[in-house]
């Protein structure tokens, strides 16, 4: 909800007419057709109301948001990249790689001083979607924030993937080139965040424009990146069922668990309501999926896997770190590892916005597990453990689990000491990775309340 006026609500909605969902709308007296550069949800004002009973790290309001917003400053100055005509997150190993488009790695033919290829790799997908989010998450303390947002989308359209050009390659290169053609096309997960940054962009910035763009980012990912059948998400575009998948199956029947995101598809449903894709299908698909894959594997600790195949059954199986390795190319050490690690998140957003007792049910075990683990201690999370809870060999800390659990941890007043030291551990961390670095401070913009939805 927002803090706009009833007047001005209905100012808006008579503005954009039954084109724009009532998902995609905000409130402004004054936006023109592409709406407004003062959002109308800045950050710190708070206006979403959580579910009864979600707690909060202890502290004041002001305290909270503080911490985010050193978080966010780090996150910025490190990761953000003005370039390739846009912005996008940094997601090269090394962040300096990024400089100038990462045009110091297209020399000497890309190969570095052992004479080995250098890693091209500037952004992926995954990571423009979390930088749309944050975009339009920070808007009131940022002050750039739709300028940033409109150079993320820039750079999105200038990757299509091949099979919908409303989807995005899954990979941006040094020079700002796309992957190979016979490996440009999209994955899941970063489609679904924009198509949800985008819905929030909508309100945002009270822009019809955004709104349109998000619902058709929403209609391509239903009709190339979800199953018809089991209503999961597929691992990506390509792994639609057609005469050049059909030899391998068991991909069209596999799914990532860190794109089950369920609060986005509620949102989805609204939006895109007559899109043919039964949006509420799959978040009861999602719920079932997991309960089933806890109670056969991990009933002590309620662990799930990064990838699952045979989902059109009633026995679906994890994908061994092998197949992962060799078909998928995901370099995975143990079961639950660098995708699954983000399912506390997103199943606790869901709950968190929406009270989702399932997803209540799917965290509370998995909350019990990581707190007996780790004996309270946040710094002995880990990245990565078996069903059973043991942890792969070399396991050590990394902010993607960190914080992943501490969203986990708002669904109960139980947890408060655990929350406290979560954010503890999180606001005073220094930068590690991308990926740890960017999942922390989304974690930290939900745990102080600053989250919300479109």
Known sequence: MTSATSTRRLALTIFLGSALSAGCGSSSSNSGPDGTATPQIAFGSHTAMYTAGVIHPSGSQDELDAAVKAKYQQWKATYLVQGCNGYYVCAADVATNCNKDGMALLKNGGIGPDGQPLDQTLTVSEGHGYGMLIAVLMAGLEPDARTIFDGFLTVRKNLPSPYNANLMAWQMNAGCAGPSPDDNDAATDGDLDSAFALLMAAKQWSSP??????????????????????????????????????????????????????????????????????????????????????????????????????????????????????????????????????????????????????????????????????????????????????????????????????????????????????????????????????????????????????
């Open 209 to 454: 424009k955004y709104g349109q763009e998000a619902r058709d980012v929403i209609q391509a990912v239903s009709d190339r990146e979800m199953n018809p059948t089991t209503h999961l998400p597929l691992l990506g575009d390509w792994a639609l069922a057609s005469d050049e998948v059909m030899d391998n199956i068991q991909d069209y029947y596999a799914t990532r668990l860190s794109d089950h995101m369920t609060d986005h598809f509620r949102s989805f449903q609204t939006a895109n309501m007559n899109g043919g894709f039964d949006w509420s299908a799959a978040v009861t698909a999602v719920y079932d999926l997991m309960d089933k894959l806890q109670t056969t594997y991990a009933p002590m600790t309620g662990l799930v896997p990064d990838f699952v195949s045979d989902t059109n059954t009633d026995t679906p199986k994890p994908i061994s770190v092998d197949y992962a390795d060799t078909v998928l190319g995901e370099d995975l050490t143990t079961n639950y590892d660098y995708n699954s690690c983000r399912v506390p998140w997103r199943l606790g957003t869901d709950y968190v916005m929406k009270g989702e007792p399932k997803a209540k049910a799917v965290l509370t075990k998995m909350n019990d597990f990581i707190k007996m683990k780790t004996g309270g201690d946040p710094t002995m999370i880990l990245d990565g453990y078996s069903f059973a809870g043991v942890p792969h060999t070399d396991a050590g800390p990394n902010g993607c689990f960190t914080g992943s659990f501490g969203v986990s941890a708002m669904i109960d007043s139980s947890n408060q000491a655990w929350l406290d030291a979560i954010w503890k551990n999180l606001a005073a961390s220094k930068t590690d990775d991308y990926y740890g670095d960017t999942i922390t401070l989304i974690s930290m913009i939900i745990m102080s309340g600053n989250w919300w939805n479109p």
